[in-house]
């Protein structure tokens, strides 16, 4: 596929959610009634209000003032906080942003080397020790990891704060709660790479050649197996955006992942549908990123006709 | 797949079943026939209220025979909860699972037996599905439909639709071609019969493994939610809402979240073992 039509699929993907997300909330009724009461709210406040949030005209024109409103960056009004949803989302963004960041530093701290060890392993023990740890934590739930950090570092070791934001300790638990389970799955991926890459024909005629173990890992191992790494990304990145949701509420980490829990409880609308925007976005930009790196990575990609 | 490697270690008869699998199978069994069975022989009453021994502990940490597993803070039992939630849980997720591997597998073989435009709309949603993180299409739907019941079971039913969708749209692709499906058609068949009688049955043993490798996320995304207060609502119990419960009763009463915690843990668990080694023995069949 060429790149002007991957990007134009990825218009389509973001036209595809944006436009269901406008039927869903069309679906449910008159979003203003939804919003005020109709008997304790003046006639003319509701036609005002219609009128501010282009409510007015047939489904098509109210399909286009949406549209031209989320282009512009209007999301409408948080009824949670009484303030511009953008700006409500805005400011929760930096401390998701650190949590994910450090998570995901974290996952790769632990995935790349013990997934390269259990690869080199494979079949042994220390293999099999590996892959057992990785099923179990991918059986572990985020909310019951946390809580068991929580038991155990809060509540009987008294090391750490279980709730908020602030110091370097508050960070601790939150990290690992979200980089341990992550990395079970990372670690996993890694080390079928490796194993596939130790497979290839390039690798057996280094050895051939009396290339040492060594160098064959650095230049022909690592190389071929960063290939399949690259294309998970995205999926990793939704998987921790998903957990950051469930992560955030158990330790009151004020970040985006609580605040969609929060709005989907009080049914602020607005908010909602700007984060679900949001992560749209950045899901379908960053698997636009990792199409464009493979072909940078894996020349054969950008040489062979599209099919 | 280490469980895959024991198994060829093991000897060249992939059917003996390893120590690790056997042990899952065992829970899941305990798990259900406790479920099936106490509520039989003795009266589950998940509301009860003995408020003469609220937040009493568990046998082996201080308590009595009353309460197995202690009580939580208005008194009422945690077995009689856990055992609740557990059928709770289980139940909704193995119908979500059924209706997800029903809808996915029609809509893919549909798409596979009509191509042309339907096939280029499915594989869109396809994509579109995959690209956004599951459990935020659900708390989205969930904010525009208000939280109830019917909604929470079709939102868990549509988890993984999409999967079930390509992999039966892939083979029956790939089956068209073949000599059975030739000589059906060739002796006038419908195609319905041809698909449901014929096909189905040879491509159900992957789709089966994919709803067990499956099942733990949907029991996973089910207690996720009813642990935010967004799933299962209060009289019902399930898991993800008892763990959501106790986690204000770490301090004082730590009993009420591990139970539940570990129940969610250990199925989890279980079916992904007995999924993996099943990959593993459809693999090499």
Same mark, same amino acid.
């Given at each position: ?105 974290? *996952?790769? %701290?632990?995935?790349?080397? =013990?997934?390269? /060890? ?5 079949? @042994? !023990? #220390? ?112 998987? *921790?955006? %998903?957990?950051?949701?469930? =992560?955030?509420? /158990? ?5 985006? @992942? !609580? #605040? ?48 | ?285």
């Amino acid at each position: 596929m060429t790149l002007a039509l991957r990007i134009l699929r990825g218009f389509l993907s973001l036209w595809l959610i944006v436009t269901l997300v406008f039927v869903a909330l069309r679906a449910t009724g008159d979003p203003i009634t939804a919003i005020f009461d109709p008997d304790n709210t003046p006639k003319a406040a509701l036609e005002a209000y219609r009128q501010q949030w282009g409510y007015t005209g047939t489904v098509f024109d109210q399909y286009l003032v949406y549209i031209s409103n989320i282009l512009h960056g209007e999301f409408g009004f948080s009824s949670m906080s009484n303030r511009d949803a953008y700006s409500v989302v805005m400011e929760r963004l930096p401390a998701t942003l650190q949590l994910v960041g450090c998570s995901a530093l974290l *996952m790769m %701290a632990i995935g790349i080397p =013990v997934g390269a /060890v259990a690869a080199l392993n494979s079949g @042994g !023990r #220390l293999d099999r020790f590996v892959m057992t740890f990785s099923t179990v934590g991918f059986a572990l739930p985020n909310f019951v990891l946390g809580l068991a950090l929580i038991l155990l570092f809060s509540v009987n070791l008294r090391l750490l704060p279980s709730n908020g934001i602030g110091t370097a300790a508050h960070l601790i638990m939150p990290v690992l709660t979200i980089g341990i389970s992550k990395a079970a799955i990372f670690t996993r991926f890694v080390r079928s790479a490796i194993l596939d890459a130790l497979k290839l024909t390039c690798v057996t005629s280094a050895r051939a050649r009396g290339v040492s173990e060594w160098q064959i890992f650095w230049h022909h191992v690592i190389p071929n197996a960063m290939l399949p790494l690259v294309t998970i990304t995205p999926l990793l990145v939704g998987a *921790m955006v %998903a957990a950051s949701a469930v =992560v955030e509420t /158990v330790f009151g980490w004020p970040g985006v @992942g !609580r #605040l969609i829990v929060e709005s989907v409880a009080q049914r602020d609308l607005a908010v909602v549908q700007m984060i679900v925007m949001m992560i749209a976005l950045v899901m379908i930009v960053t698997n636009l990123l990792v199409d464009l790196a493979y072909s940078k990575l894996d020349p054969r990609t950008a040489l062979a006709p599209a099919h | 797949m280490s469980i895959a490697t024991m198994v060829r270690k093991g000897g060249r008869d992939f059917l003996l079943v390893p120590p690790g699998v056997l042990l899952a199978m065992f829970w899941l069994l305990a798990c259900l026939s406790l479920v099936i069975v106490l509520p039989l022989v003795s009266h589950l009453d998940v509301t009860a209220i003995d408020l003469r021994a609220r937040l009493s502990p568990p046998i082996g940490f201080g308590g009595d025979w009353a309460h197995p597993l202690g009580t939580d803070d208005l008194g009422r039992d945690v077995l009689a909860r856990l055992v609740a939630s557990l059928r709770t849980s289980l139940a909704i997720a193995l119908g979500a699972v059924i209706i997800s591997a029903t809808i996915g597998t029609l809509i893919g073989i549909l798409a596979a037996h009509l191509r042309g435009w339907v096939d280029q709309v499915v594989v869109a949603a396809v994509d579109a599905q995959v690209s956004v993180p599951f459990i935020i299409i659900s708390l989205t739907l969930t904010a525009i439909f208000g939280n109830n019941l019917y909604l929470f079971i079709f939102i868990l039913g549509m988890f993984g639709w999409e999967r079930y969708t390509r992999l039966a749209r892939a083979m029956t692709m790939a089956s068209r071609g073949r000599g059975y499906v030739l000589a059906m058609s060739t002796l006038g068949f419908s195609w319905p019969r041809i698909y449901l009688r014929h096909v189905l049955p040879n491509i159900a043993s992957t789709l089966l493994v994919t709803a067990t490798i499956t099942f733990p996320e949907v029991i996973l995304l089910e207690t996720s939610l009813s642990f935010l207060g967004l799933g299962i609502q209060p009289p019902m119990t399930s898991l993800g809402n008892m763990l959501g419960f106790g986690r204000s009763y770490l301090l004082t009463g730590w009993w009420i979240a591990v139970a539940p915690g570990l129940a969610i843990f250990l199925c989890a668990l279980s079916v992904s073992i007995i999924g993996d080694w099943a990959r593993s023995v459809i693999g090499r069949i």
